[in-house]
């Protein structure tokens, strides 16, 4: 019984209340203090703050001097329009800005900044002082924010600000601060996301004294290929979409080209470089049956939005924003990688010689024979395959045969039609390997085909275009499926009814806590309905419902393509091989099979020299 007093004695969660202490104002150095501690991680953030002021007062070249990483120092200087010498004691304050003066001006910030919090922060963790000259000035003024004292400086137009010893007075954050030189590759990719931005500014980075980074002022183009490399540029391919009030542009990298990390991804909002879940989502959809396993593919992006339709005052280091429209964003992302990576990457093969055995031109056919192929000139082959394969496919998605429209018409080829040599970019088929690679010669050397996966890919991508080429027939349940929702389902269902039935759902409310399902869509008959309608509901709150039902037909369409590709030890003939060739040249994303792999290499004549050492 003496137990229980015992413990309440010596627990302190079940000790005596603490006494209650008054509500009073913080100083204003601790309110500072506070704020760093949102801006200023490390001296990386110091940097991107420093230059995105530098860039808002319209320079055209920026310097970026740095110390021991840039924890002893960081100097960043610039040739914008200057701080008058009456303004300089204002931009020390919190709160203290140029750029915004009204809510309507907030609502749509167009500049890098806006806050008004950076150089206050920063000045209650470090020293830090600011050297500026406005045009027509006689000279220089330099402030520092300890003393406030202002002195004459030297120095042309623009302005200086040169931050020393940070975190000086909070030495408990200094130890979270890593080594100079990942310090200083911080810092480096600070600079390099607002290079790539903005090419029509030159930047520079000096560090103990010796130029490290350099980026002149040049093209968009030239930019990407001076920050990004040589490499990335020719694993990538253009993108460029405009979709109502958005546009998208940049580069996307090439599923082959796919990185284990996620680390050459950069997206940019209106010109600020940004990490947002839902951009990032939306561009790996696009690379959902192109990527293989866990892979990261690399890009740069450039979305331009009306600034009323993003809210960029979500967070301290403006590194989030928030969409008035974020499906519509979502989906703007998504079309847009996806037209850049559809054409085929053999359509950029340069053919400009011909191959060195291009005698006789063979008789090529526009496709595979029908008896294992169906082609987009034969609707019934198609229909065929569905039939034929629709048992194999698994039963949750199982398709019947009313549910695959018919095949787009396409332009006949003629049969026996003869094209120059420099005309196919894959060249012309030698023969087989192992009864698995199709071997060919172009003008670069030699190609080496995975039949079946290449023949996959034809197969999977004529299916989906002939599926999506119909609307998306419903079929009602006899019984309602009903399922306990939660109050976010249910608010979804309500406000997205339209969308839900476009995609062939009927989900109805019952309840406060109900949902009932009252039809589907025809192509997924036999599945788990309330579990679609779930993910649906999921991603209608935050993308774009119709990717759910999308992926759950290319994953039937993906195993029906796989069943109806030509098998490994098939023995083709040569015109069957050059069909195969032709159609790989003529089907968007033929480059991967339908789960990322690739379906062809291509062995250059100097690789194939230097097996044999020829001209050693």
Known sequence: MNAVPELAATDPAVSEPAMRRPIRELPDELISQIAAGEVVERPASVVRELVDNALDAGATEVVVKLMAGGVRSILVEDDGVGIPADELPLALRRHATSKIASLGELESVATMGFRGEALAAISSVAELSIASRTEGAPHAQRIDARSGELVPAARGRGTSVEVRELFFSTPARRKFLKTDATELAHCLEAVRRHALARPDVGFAVWHEGKLVEQWRRSSLAQRVREVLGDDFVAESREVQLEI???????????????????????????????????????????????????RQPAYVLFLEIAPDRVDVNVHPTKIEVRFRDSREVHQAMRRAVEAGLAPPQSATVSAT???????????????????????VQNPLALEQVAVLHAQEAPAAWRVTPASVAKPLASAPVAPTQALPAGDWPLGRAIGQVGGVFVLAENAQGLVVVDMHAAHERIVYERLKASLGAAAIESQPLLIPATFAATPQEIATAQAQADNLLALGLDVSVLSASTLAVRSRPAALAGGDVVELARSVLAELAQYDGSTVIQRAQHELLSTMACHGAVRANRQLTLDEMNALLRDMERTERSDQCNHGRPTWRQITMKELDGLFWRGR
């Open 244 to 294: 109502g009030p958005l546009r998208v542009m940049g580069r996307a990298g090439t599923p082959a080209a796919a990185r284990a990390r996620a680390d050459q991804q950069y997206v940019y909002v209106n010109g600020r470089y940004v990490r947002d879940k839902l951009i990032a989502h939306g561009v790996r959809s696009a690379y959902e049956d192109v990527l293989h396993g866990g």
């Open 353 to 375: 010689a011909a191959p060195s055995q291009a005698g006789a031109t063979e008789a090529l056919r526009p496709a595979f024979a029908p008896a294992y192929m169906p082609t």
